[in-house]
């Protein structure tokens, strides 16, 4: 039997950087198959249940939907490299995740569709050659497109917003380009949970595309080299000289990392909180049963920021990995949770330990269902 993974995923696709970086660090051997592949259709969809990417097929035959459940059948078998050991990184290293894969789409997908002069050939490509040379491939690639069009203007982004998603994802890349002067990871010398989930936007939209790996590429050089640290299987942090290749010493959470997470909040929290609220509502109008599938979408959530009126999707996804987040919280006390609670606070993110559904979210047979 080969040892080698089968990883289905798409070069542009955002998620499928998360899944490709965890394994191309942790050096497991795999061959990366589009979506467009007839073994797709054939032998992985009936298990993986939904036709999302990424989907991994382990040597035994194991399908594994999603790039959380990919990086977490790992990581329960493997002693958690990616797991620092206290919990204030453990922590921050799960709030990133959930930041990565869910609180940046909205500039992911402004960045990519909203700038066709410069993305629209590149990015036509990526589509194009995800499918089969088939008869009927430039009219579904035409409809692909379309389709990630409009759902990317249900982010929130339109004539009026677009000011306010440009300068808050500045802001973003010019404090992350700060934190990475001193350390080549998130926390320290090596990459946390946080980091794979990070690199999910900004990668594939934001360090792939051409506009926005131009913009990252001159503002936040540091950033963009993360990136591309992030996708080589060794450190590759020859510019750090001294750096170990071990999380920051003593719990350590740097200032800023801290102000990171200050500038992400101020969109990243009250849309949480609005998304909560919308969907708790849906909960209890509609209150499904336990082990029913949780959808993507639950209707739209309007919130404020900087006097601007921004409507997204809710999305139940977002609040199945907070939960990772708030149960690293719920199991601190005293002064553990003294001091995580002084740095939430200094970043604005505390409120988000009490942004919870009233039902929880499992997985079940490659699936995210309601206990």
């Known amino acids: 039997m080969s040892d080698v993974h089968r990883l289905y995923a798409i070069t542009h696709s955002l998620y499928s950087g998360r899944a490709r970086a965890y394994l191309i660090k942790h050096g497991i051997a795999f061959r990366e198959l589009s979506t467009g ?3 797709f259709k054939a032998e992985v969809l009936p298990k993986g249940k939904l036709p999302t990417i ?90 692909m497109m379309d389709r990630m069009r409009s759902v990317a203007q249900l982010w929130g982004v339109n004539e009026d917003t677009r000011p306010l998603v440009e300068a808050l994802y500045l802001e973003c890349l010019d404090a992350l380009n700060n934190h990475f002067e001193s350390v080549p990871y998130l926390l320290g010398g090596r990459p946390c949970i946080g980091d794979f ?34 996708n080589r299987p060794d450190q590759d942090a020859p510019e750090y000289f001294d750096a170990d290749s071990e999380f920051l010493a003593d719990d350590a959470v740097p200032a800023s990392l801290l102000q990171v997470l200050a500038v992400i909040a101020q ?85 988000v330990m009490d942004m919870r559904l009233v039902r929880g979210i499992e997985r079940a047979d490659n699936l995210e269902v309601w206990v």
């Open 197 to 230: 989930g990070l690199l999910a936007p900004l990668y594939a939209h934001l360090g792939r595309d051409p506009y926005p790996a131009r913009l990252m590429q001159q503002r936040a050089t540091r950033v963009y080299r993360w990136v591309e640290r992030m």
């Open 54 to 143: 990424p989907t991994l097929v382990t040597p035994q035959g194991e399908v594994i939907r999603d790039g959380a459940a990919i990086i977490e059948h790992f990581e329960s078998g493997s002693g958690r490299p990616c797991r620092p050991p206290g919990p204030a990184q453990q922590l921050v290293s799960a709030l990133f995740d959930v930041i990565g894969t869910d609180g940046l789409l909205r500039p992911a997908m402004h960045y990519r569709w909203n700038f066709p002069q410069d993305n629209l050939g590149f990015v036509r490509y990526h589509f194009l050659h995800s499918q089969r040379d088939l008869p009927e491939r430039e009219a579904k690639t035409e409809r």
């Open 267 to 351: 969109d990243f929290v009250p849309e949480t909180r609005a998304a909560a609220q919308c969907i708790n509502q849906w909960l209890e109008e509609n209150n499904p049963a336990a082990g029913v599938a949780a959808e993507r979408m639950l209707g739209q959530a309007s919130f404020t920021v900087r006097g601007a009126t921004l409507t997204t999707l809710a999305q139940p996804y977002r609040f199945f990995l907070l939960q990772r987040v708030q149960a690293v919280y719920d199991e601190l006390s005293g002064a553990s949770r003294e001091r995580v609670d002084q740095l939430l606070a200094q970043c604005n993110m505390r409120e």
């Open 37 to 39: 592949h007839e073994s």
